[in-house]
């Protein structure tokens, strides 16, 4: 957020959000794979020595002190600061209400979507071709909503999208519960999955500024 200039925030916010469901579809079957062959314990002991691997490319985003000329007179408000105006914001609120939403979808989603195609009689590897749906599309979904959120109002791209959610969920209730039917929701779950980061993360940005960016779009 701080690194792309406005224009290009949403897009980039989404080209990162990406990354993450890449790993999902690409480490899934891998650690599938490692539990069967392995046991989950060590499946989980290879998963965190990935994740202690990924720590030395925080060394690429360290920026070097600005010459003292170069730094503004006044240092603006403080943290503290910048959360209380956050929070006296109403818009605020709203952002972090729809957030919270989103959070309780997705979890739900990943953790029951395995055992309700269980108790509808389909074979265990419709769950894991549907999670690994789901991350792919969120790939898509992910870049395109940060291609939007460059072009359009960030809070109708945000209704949309939760909009859109919330039929799809509707007409998978209803639905017959077939192969088909758990793949397309999975391929409509996924484009909506984690598209509402950007809009999000612009929004956040464009009300309070990019200084405090990463903490106020982090609560």
Not at 56 to 63: M, N, V
Not at 81 to 91: I, Q
Not at 152 to 168: D, H, I, T
Request: with cysteine; net charge positive; hydrophobic share 55%.
């Amino acid at each position: 957020g701080q690194r792309v200039p406005p224009e290009r925030r949403g897009l980039a916010t989404g080209i990162v959000n990406a990354g993450g469901s890449t790993g999902q579809l690409v480490f899934a079957p891998i650690v599938a794979f490692g539990i069967a062959g392995w046991g989950w314990v060590n499946a989980m002991y290879g998963l965190a020595a990935v994740a202690l691997l990924t720590l030395p490319l925080a060394l690429f985003f360290r920026t070097p002190p600005k010459p003292a000329a170069a730094r503004p007179a006044a240092p603006g408000p403080g943290m503290g600061a910048a959360l209380a105006e956050a929070l006296r914001t109403p818009s605020y609120w709203y952002l972090m209400g729809g957030f919270f939403v989103c959070g309780f979808h997705i979890a739900f989603l990943i953790t029951h979507m395995p055992g309700v195609i269980e108790l509808c009689g389909l074979p265990p590897t419709v769950a894991g071709t549907s999670i690994a749906i789901i991350g792919l599309f969120n790939i898509a979904g992910s870049i395109l909503a940060g291609m939007a959120a460059q072009r359009w109002s960030m809070k109708y791209l945000l209704a949309l999208l939760y909009a859109s959610r919330g039929v799809g969920v509707a007409i998978f209730l209803v639905a017959p519960k077939t192969e088909l039917t758990i793949l397309a929701f999975s391929v409509w779950m996924g484009l909506t999955y984690l598209a509402t980061v950007p809009p999000t993360a612009g929004l956040v940005g464009k009300l309070f500024g990019t200084r405090y960016l990463a903490t106020l779009f982090g609560i």
